[in-house]
């Protein structure tokens, strides 16, 4: 079976910057796209980031040019550098993965931005 394991989620003032990181564990042969989605109280999950294996990338226009998703296929490790955070940022965090074909999602992680 295959785990996402997310870390790096807090509280941080407005303007401030937090870096998430979910690694892929369990019987894996080959990890194609891997993203974040959020969602904050009373939405619909959203997708904030994603990444492909060759390094393609593709941001919600929300975080554009303040999010930087990064990945390391030898560690099936996907990170999210957020900067310049704002209080509508807010939400709990999920990662997702593409693992041999079949879509896994981490347990979430509380990012809280106050203003």
């Known amino acids: 079976q295959v785990q996402l394991v997310e870390s790096g989620g807090g509280l941080v003032q407005a303007g401030g910057s937090l870096r998430l990181s979910c690694a892929a564990s369990g019987r894996i042969f080959n990890v194609n796209v891997m993203g974040w989605y959020r969602q904050a109280p009373g939405k619909q999950r959203e997708l904030v980031a994603a990444?492909?294996?060759?390094?393609?990338?593709n941001y919600a226009d929300s975080v554009k040019g303040r999010f930087t998703i990064s990945r390391d296929n030898a560690k099936n490790t996907v990170y999210l550098q957020m900067n310049s955070l704002k209080p509508e940022d807010t939400a709990v965090y999920y990662c997702?993965?593409?693992?041999?074909?079949?879509?896994?999602w981490g347990q979430g992680t509380q990012v809280t931005v106050s203003s």
């Open positions: 997702n993965a593409n693992v041999d074909l079949h879509e896994f």
């Open positions: 990444i492909t294996r060759g390094g393609t990338t």
